[in-house]
C-alpha cells in the first residue's frame, strides 16, 4: 500500500489518501494517531478524512486476514497565499516565496518568527486580539531584532504593502530605546513607503521596545533616509516601551486615523509618539 498526505490548513483539517493493489477483496482499513477509525469494505483508493496534524499508522486488511501496516504524517500549513493558493507552515515560508503584491493570509494561532517582510504583500491575519485560539498573534523573543521587519514598502499609492489584523509582540528585553516590534527599515532601502497598519495591534513589549519605530542610517546632519506615506488606521499600540519612534529618517506623511473605528496609543511607557530626525 502506499499513502499521500495532503496538510491541514485554514480551509479544513488535513487527509490522507491510501491507495493498494494486491491481496483478495473485500478490504477494511483502519487508522490510528490524533484520531482513530475504521472503514469496512474500503475500496482503493481511499482517502481518510479530516485529519487533525499528526502522526497516523494505517492498516488494510484483505478478505484472507492479510495485512499490510504503513505511516503517514499530516502536517500543519496554517498560511496560505492566497494569490498561488500554495500553503505553508510558517508566516516567513510564505513570503520567502512570494512574488510582489501577494496576498498571504494567516490562520489564528501562535507564531514565534521573526518576519523579515522585502516584498510589496499584503498580510492578512484572523484578528488582532491577544487570544491566539481566535486572532493571529505574532511574537518575538530575540533582543535587538524586531517581530516583523519591513525593508520594502508598496510600490505606489494603490498599490500598498498592508498588514491587517494582527497582533505583534516580543518578550525581548530591549534595552535600547529605538528598537520595535515593528521596523520600518529604510536605512539602504530607499525609497520606502506605502504602507498601511489595519486594525492591528502591537502591545506588551518588554522594556523600551517601541511599538512601531522608523529606521534610517546612522550619519551626521540631517537624515537622508526617506519613508513616505504611512497610515495606521483602527489599531491599537499599547503598553510598551514607546507607542511610535523614529530615528535618522525623514517622515513624509504619517497618517493617523480611524476609519470606521479610532486608532488609539496609550499606556506605553515612556512617549506615546517620539520622532526624531538625527
Not at 497582533?167 to 515593528?182: C, D, F, K, P, Q
Request: glycine residues 10%.
Amino acid at each position: 500500500s502506499s499513502v499521500v498526505a495532503s496538510p491541514a490548513t485554514c480551509a479544513g483539517l488535513g487527509q490522507i489518501v491510501v491507495t493498494w493493489g494486491d491481496g483478495v477483496s473485500p478490504y477494511d482499513i483502519a487508522w490510528s494517531g490524533p484520531s482513530s477509525g475504521t472503514t469496512i469494505g474500503a475500496t482503493s483508493p481511499y482517502p481518510i478524512t479530516p485529519l487533525a496534524p499528526g502522526l497516523y499508522s494505517i492498516t488494510v486488511t484483505d478478505a484472507s486476514a492479510s495485512t499490510a501496516t504503513t505511516s503517514a504524517t499530516v502536517i500543519s500549513h496554517p498560511v496560505t497565499n492566497t494569490s498561488t493558493m500554495t500553503t505553508y507552515a510558517t508566516i516567513q515560508a510564505a513570503i520567502n516565496a512570494a512574488s510582489d503584491l501577494d496576498v498571504i493570509n494567516v490562520c489564528a494561532g501562535l507564531y514565534e518568527e521573526h518576519l523579515n517582510v522585502n516584498k510589496t504583500l499584503t498580510i492578512i491575519g484572523a484578528g488582532s486580539g491577544s487570544n491566539p485560539l481566535t486572532n493571529t498573534v505574532i511574537k518575538g523573543s530575540l533582543i535587538n531584532t524586531p517581530t516583523i521587519n519591513i525593508t520594502k514598502g508598496g510600490l505606489n499609492a494603490g498599490q500598498r504593502s498592508i498588514f491587517q489584523d494582527i497582533y505583534v509582540t516580543t518578550t525581548a528585553v530591549n534595552s535600547y530605546g529605538n528598537r520595535a516590534a515593528v521596523e520600518i527599515s529604510a536605512a539602504g532601502n530607499n525609497p520606502l513607503g506605502y504602507i498601511t497598519f489595519e486594525h492591528i495591534t502591537i502591545a506588551d513589549c518588554a522594556g523600551f521596545t517601541s511599538g512601531i519605530h522608523f529606521r534610517g542610517t546612522n550619519a551626521a546632519g540631517m537624515a537622508t533616509d526617506i519613508v513616505t506615506d504611512v497610515k495606521i488606521n483602527n489599531s491599537l499600540i499599547t503598553n510598551n516601551g514607546r507607542g511610535i519612534s523614529s530615528q535618522w529618517v525623514q517622515i513624509h506623511g504619517l497618517d493617523i486615523t480611524g476609519g470606521s473605528g479610532r486608532t488609539i496609543i496609550s499606556e506605553n511607557k515612556r512617549q506615546a509618539i517620539l520622532l526624531d530626525g538625527d
